[in-house]
């Protein structure tokens, strides 16, 4: 099936599909590491869009030091999944590259996720300082675990916060020097 004239439709449908998914159970377990405020409408959402399938799943994998273990263990499973039919689909079964593969994937997801909560909050730092919203409060407790250790190596200089920018550098650099080490040692593991 690998080309036919679906399988690029096909292959994005399952991709997004997953992807948004995987994106909400990451977002609930950094939310609760992050001690973000859950009575927030938008932390709301998060928690009722994940708990039919975490509940049951943290009778089995109960959680570690305040970690929800079994949010971590949903997220690659579904990950992993998601390579899965798409590897099906672009005609190359590989289970082998959907276990392994799931881990650099998440990582990556994981630091976009703080990447880009930190620039829509400094965008809305911008545009609407000062008055109250649910997703720029949730923001800000979000992202306060990374920008506050920067907020104090770095004042503000003249009234500007520099530490999103800095964030956002070590971010990004993050990115560059852990993704494609892990996806080198992937393929390196694969047959």
């Known amino acids: 099936?690998?080309?036919?004239?679906?399988?690029?439709?096909l292959v994005f449908l399952v991709q997004v599909l997953f992807e948004a998914y995987i994106l909400v159970v990451l977002l609930r377990f950094f939310l609760q590491l992050t001690r973000?405020?859950?009575?927030?409408?938008l932390s709301q959402f998060i928690v009722r869009v994940t708990s039919p399938v975490l509940i049951p799943l943290r009778r089995v994998i109960p959680g570690v030091a305040g970690m929800d273990i079994a949010a971590l263990v949903l997220a690659w499973a579904l990950k992993a999944l998601e390579l899965l039919i798409v590897t099906a689909l672009s005609g190359a079964f590989m289970p082998g590259l959907a276990i392994l593969g799931a881990i650099p994937g998440l990582i990556e997801l994981s630091i976009n996720i703080f990447l880009y909560a930190i620039i829509i909050q400094a965008i809305l730092s911008w545009v609407d300082p000062g008055?109250?919203?649910?997703?720029?409060?949730?923001?800000?407790?979000f992202t306060a675990p990374i920008l506050r250790p920067i907020q104090r190596l770095i004042p503000p200089v003249g009234g500007l916060d520099l530490s999103p920018m800095v964030a956002i550098i070590g971010l990004i650099l993050l990115k560059m020097l852990l993704?494609?080490?892990l996806q080198q040692l992937v393929a390196a593991l694969l047959p």
């Open 1 to 9: 099936m690998g080309s036919g004239y679906l399988t690029n439709p």
């Open 36 to 41: 973000s405020d859950f009575y927030n409408p």
């Open 131 to 141: 008055s109250y919203n649910p997703a720029a409060s949730l923001l800000y407790s």
């Open 179 to 181: 993704i494609p080490p």
